[in-house]
């Protein structure tokens, strides 16, 4: 079963760093990108970034782009999102997800599936 | 606000039909045919459900269909069940990114 498995609930203070992963299994990790999703209390869906886990290449959305560091554990199938310094507006539920298309070397086409439970992250002092 | 526009509410009774548009620009779905359609139930991971404007994923009803006019892609699901209602949110790769966009989201209702 291809399934993607993410890490658990995490509450941090504003400043705090922050690692959350998503394991992939059932499937070739390294010949797929995976990529993240924010979604805010209430509110829609948002694509944050993805990545390739066979060569690293990762790409970022503009309003992610500096904001976030995606990057991948091929040997171990996980990928990862990482923060350096949280805000309170990072509170959110994080998903990744399967890429069920392709990138070329400016775009990424196709549908996100499947998708890992959901990491929640909440920042608050 | 989200680069695509879907209305934030649909109804309609069991068995009825219904159709959630989803509106871009040429530079979005009128520009390629990287449509795609997911289901959310509340508390859960959202589910792909229709892909590449009219491909429907292994395992989901025929009820559920998806095409495309110009700038606007569609996603009509017919026969409605209780189940159906969830939130809906279209994507697409836009030319202003090189990911993908999503749509606001539609909240179905099953009256």
Known sequence: ????????????????????????????????????????????LEWMGIIYPGDSDTRYS???????TISADKSINTA??????????????????????????IMCLGGLDPWGQGTLVTVSS | QSALTQPPSASGSPGQSVTISCTGTSSDVG??????????H???????????????????????SGSKSGNTASLTVSGLQAEDEADYYCSSYADSHNLGVFGGGTKLTVL
């Open chain 2, 42 to 64: 509340p508390g859960k991971a959202p589910k792909l459900i229709i892909y590449e404007v009219t491909k429907r994923v292994s395992g989901v009803p025929d009820r559920f």
């Open chain 1, 62 to 68: 503009p309003s992610f782009q500096g904001q976030v």
């Open chain 1, 80 to 105: 990862y999102l990482q923060w350096s310094s949280l805000k309170a507006s990072d509170t959110a539920m994080y998903y990744c997800a399967t890429l069920l298309g392709y990138c070329t070397n």
């Open chain 1, 1 to 44: 079963e291809v399934q993607l498995v993410q890490s658990g609930a995490e509450v941090k203070k504003p400043g705090d760093s922050l690692k959350i992963s998503c394991k992939g299994s059932g499937f070739s990790f390294t010949s797929y990108w995976i990529g993240w999703v924010r979604q805010m209390p209430g509110k829609g």
């Open chain 2, 31 to 40: 520009g390629y045919n990287y449509v795609s359609w997911y289901q959310q």
